[in-house]
């Protein structure tokens, strides 16, 4: 099966949060599956400099707003996945972020950056695109960055009936991110007047692409099963339920796996000692590296709590400032954070470190490294997301011995098992859900987390479910095939 997949970030190519790893780890799990798959991405210069083996592909001209892009086609680094993308130097050669500048803001012409995503693979979707050789029989689009990618196909096979066009499926990783601009975009994207209607592109009086994708592609997923129900409800529907609803039983909720290679205690480049499940006790010696490495006490006894996340509303770490300072004095623990984002946040963990030193440490930025030194070293991983479509770190905690307390929400719910006296007993136990969001549910489910962790031997029975967890993609990328195969049927 031919697939392209079209993206606008890939580990470890370009990477601002999940939907790089989903990316990086997928389409090579396909491949694994005898799929022949293809990722098109923007061509960002990290993305030029990384790419193995470039070569020039082919020119597309004619495009609105750009004129012409070149393709270039090579590989992912470790995978050796094949790679195509865009260059232009108008549109991608720049400093800063996929999405935003150097100061956070997004880029103006994002329109037509994504845009521009879109239509290239649309272009490579049909009979008659210029890469004669490779025509896709699926074109599978994530986010609303290739929202359009659907309409644009839609479009075009209208113009010519009987042209041989793949199946469009779109993925959305996160509904909030929905690529709403003005509704002069519609013309010059080159999309017809016509289709700015509330069934088309309009979308509250906006162009969206996310909406486009919702509503023009052949076929629909998300990222967990949860929240594939969730997103046609009101509560987390960002607007778009009433559509998702009228394609709900279209909508197939696949629990993203993990790159277990690169997310591996056993062998983990980034860390002082290793372990597994077998044998824990390396996990101590990277606690106490990564307590150095902070600044915090060397403390093999305090419980470590560590954060890595995107600082916004949804991941709901202000209910964790909220209560952190009880968490700290009542139970004589430590904190890590790493992450960037919103300032209020970014200020609020920068405060408590300052209050607490030597027992919260607050890393503002992006840091590979220091993301899985954290995931290894800490004793409990704290994620209390308002929404989260899939979530990786919840997994990743696992993974690496670190029991993570979560909302009941998306996949975290699909994800962590409850401890309490009947999951430990049936060895299902893997971690401490919150039943609501509320800083008070997150103070009880932490508390009741470090309950267990001074119970040194239930405690390991809970790591090591967790570390015991298929959490690789056999599963679900047998699941994306499954799904592939009933959208050709039709
Ligand atoms: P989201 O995609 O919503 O940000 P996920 O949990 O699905 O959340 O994925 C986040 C990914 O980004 C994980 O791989 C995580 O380790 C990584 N990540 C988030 N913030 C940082 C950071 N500041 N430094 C390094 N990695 C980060």
């Not at 967990?224 to 009101?234: H, L, V, W």
């Not at 920068?350 to 027992?359: H, I």
């Amino acid at each position: 099966m031919r697939i392209l997949f079209v993206t606008s970030e890939a580990f470890p190519l370009i990477k601002t949060g999940g939907l790089a790893d989903v990316s990086g780890s997928l389409p090579a799990a396909l491949q694994t599956l005898d799929a022949d798959v293809r990722i098109l991405i923007p061509g960002y210069p990290a993305v030029l400099e990384k790419l193995v083996n470039p070569k020039f592909l082919t020119t597309i001209s004619n495009l609105p707003n750009i004129g012409s892009i070149n393709l270039i086609q090579g590989e992912m680094p470790e995978t050796k996945v094949p790679v195509i993308a865009i260059e232009s130097t108008g549109l991608y050669q720049r400093d800063g972020g996929p999405y935003v500048d150097a100061t956070g803001k997004e880029w103006e012409d994002n329109p037509t950056r994504f845009g521009t995503l879109s239509l290239v693979a649309a272009i490579l979707s049909n009979e008659q695109s210029p890469l004669k050789d490779w025509i896709p029989e699926i074109t599978h689009c994530n986010d609303w960055q290739s929202g359009l990618t659907p309409a644009f196909m839609h479009f075009m096979s209208a113009a010519r009936t009987q042209m041989k066009q793949a199946k469009s499926v779109l993925s959305i990783h996160n509904l909030a991110f929905q690529g709403c601009y003005h509704a002069d975009w519609v013309a010059r994207l080159g999309l017809p007047a016509e289709s700015y209607q509330m069934n088309g592109l309009e979308y509250y009086g906006q162009l969206s692409f996310l909406k486009a994708g919702v509503f023009y592609a052949d076929g629909l997923s998300t990222v967990s099963p949860t929240y594939a129900k969730e997103i046609q409800t009101e509560a987390y529907g960002f607007g778009m339920q009433g559509l998702l609803k009228a394609r709900g039983k279209e909508i197939h909720g696949i629990l993203n796996g993990l790159d277990t290679n690169e997310w591996n205690p056993a062998t983990d480049p980034y860390l002082a000692a290793h372990y597994d499940v077998k044998k824990i006790t390396g996990k101590q010696a990277v606690k106490a590296d990564l307590q150095a490495k902070l600044k915090l006490n060397i403390d093999a006894k305090a419980p470590l709590l560590g954060v890595v996340s995107r600082l916004t509303h949804q991941k709901g770490l202000d209910m964790l400032l909220a209560c952190a300072e009880t968490i700290i004095n009542g139970n004589d623990c430590q904190l890590a954070v790493l992450g960037s984002g919103e300032t209020a946040f970014e200020e609020g963990f920068c405060d408590l470190a300052m209050r607490f030193p030597g027992k919260v440490s607050v890393t503002i930025g992006y840091n590979e490294a220091l993301s899985h030194q954290i995931m290894a070293g800490c004793d409990i991983f704290i994620m209390p997301s308002r929404f989260e479509p899939c979530g990786l770190n919840q997994m990743y905690g696992l993974r690496y011995g670190t029991p993570p307390v979560v909302t009941n929400t998306g996949g975290l719910a699909d994800s962590v098992q409850d401890s309490n006296d009947e999951s430990i007993k049936d060895k299902s136990a893997t971690g401490f859900v919150m039943p609501k969001a509320t800083p008070e549910e997150l103070l009880s489910a932490t508390e009741r987390a470090l309950r267990y962790y001074r119970d040194e031997k239930t405690w390991e029975e809970i790591q090591k479910n967790g570390m015991r967890q298929q959490l690789d993609w056999t599963k679900s990328a047998q699941a994306y095939m499954t799904m592939y195969e009933g959208f050709l049927k039709k």
